[in-house]
């Protein structure tokens, strides 16, 4: 490490911009503070940052080998997330850089959210909203579902799933999960019973995901998983937008099989969140198809799209940025930091 190693927060907005203008970590390191993702950053201010030890990310910065190889000094990669689906972990591996996440943070600002999204998707609270802002009152078009006594089906129970578990079984629902590591305490404390994955998509009214994206699971709610649920089923998505199949989703929703869908990720999210045209110049087929499929999508009145806002409470961002900080702090001084990979 540098006598005062060169630190770059990237995807940074104004609030961890003025969090770390008090922040003690600017004395012992030359941190460079950009709103822009790291991808977006031009060749010559990517040059400018060659020897950055540590980098502070967010989800919209594609940290991919491409980019990653311009830092031949990078020791750390510290995501203000707890996914880091948008890294280069065999990268990192390679070539000895550690990659730590905020985990844990969410559990009640995320399930909170995803809760919020049900409702507001089961009591079509936006839909009559927007008709009533366009002088439309026909209740009869608002007709909503109780979630008392409807099935909930949580794929994966860490700290947001179990959470909104708790919110699902206070709400009078019946809960179900899948999970390779189940949580007992659910079990014990009578709020979820686990099953496997394929009964669960057979006997939910609403699939809410809670699991991260990995090779294995990407885009696991297609066609053929939504051919298993019930019809008129609810999915509520806060997890990452890989695990669903736009074009098989729209598809789906427009037939009438899938009632409602929250999602608050998309899979090419960044089309829409950053506009990022540039991606899309470089891609494939598929890109342009699936990014079709999202604009689609957010046409459709019974599905509720945000842009990856989530975790997006002062509460939770409170937590993140002191964790970030604390983490890259701890690194620089030599202290033991919990690395993912
Ligand atoms: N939208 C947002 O703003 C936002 C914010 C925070 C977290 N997230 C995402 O939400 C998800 C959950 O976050 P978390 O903090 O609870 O993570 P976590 O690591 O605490 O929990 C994830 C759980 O998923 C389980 N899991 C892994 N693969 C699975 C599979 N194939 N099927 C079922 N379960 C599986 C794991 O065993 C674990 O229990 C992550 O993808 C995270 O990136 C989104």
Known sequence: MGSVPLVIFCDADESTRSYLEQH????????????ECLNDLGSETLRQLSGAEIISTFVYSNLSASVLEKFKNLKLIA????GYNNIDLN??????????????YGEVTVAEYAMGMLLNLTRKIEFANNK?????????????????GKTVGIIGTGAVGSYFAKLCHAFGCNTIASDPFPN???????????????A??????????????????????????IAMMK?????????????????ALYEAVVAGKVKGAGLDVLDY?????????????????????????????????????????????????LKILKTNTQIILDFIDGKPVTSVI
């Open 24 to 35: 003690r970590v600017r004395d012992v390191a030359n941190c460079i503070i950009f709103h």
């Open 79 to 82: 995501t203000r997330s707890t």
């Open 91 to 104: 990268y990192c591996r390679k070539h000895g850089i550690r990659v730590a996440n905020v985990s844990g």
């Open 132 to 148: 009533l802002r366009n002088g439309i009152v026909k209740v009869e078009d608002d007709v909503g579902i109780d979630l008392c």
């Open 184 to 198: 007992q305490k659910l079990v014990d404390s009578g709020i979820c019973k686990y099953v496997d994955t394929a």
């Open 200 to 225: 669960l998509l057979r006997e939910s009214d609403i699939v809410a995901l809670n699991c991260p994206a990995t090779d294995s699971n990407y885009h696991f709610i297609g066609s053929d998983t």
């Open 231 to 247: 019809d008129g089923v609810y999915i509520i998505n806060i997890a990452r937008g890989e695990l669903i199949d736009p074009m």
């Open 269 to 317: 999210e960044n089309v829409i969140i950053k506009n990022d045209m540039e991606s899309v110049k470089s891609s494939d087929q598929s890109f342009a198809l699936y990014s079709l499929a999202n604009a689609k999508l957010l046409q459709l009145p019974n599905v509720i799209i945000t842009p990856h806002i989530a975790f997006n409470s002062k509460d939770a961002i």
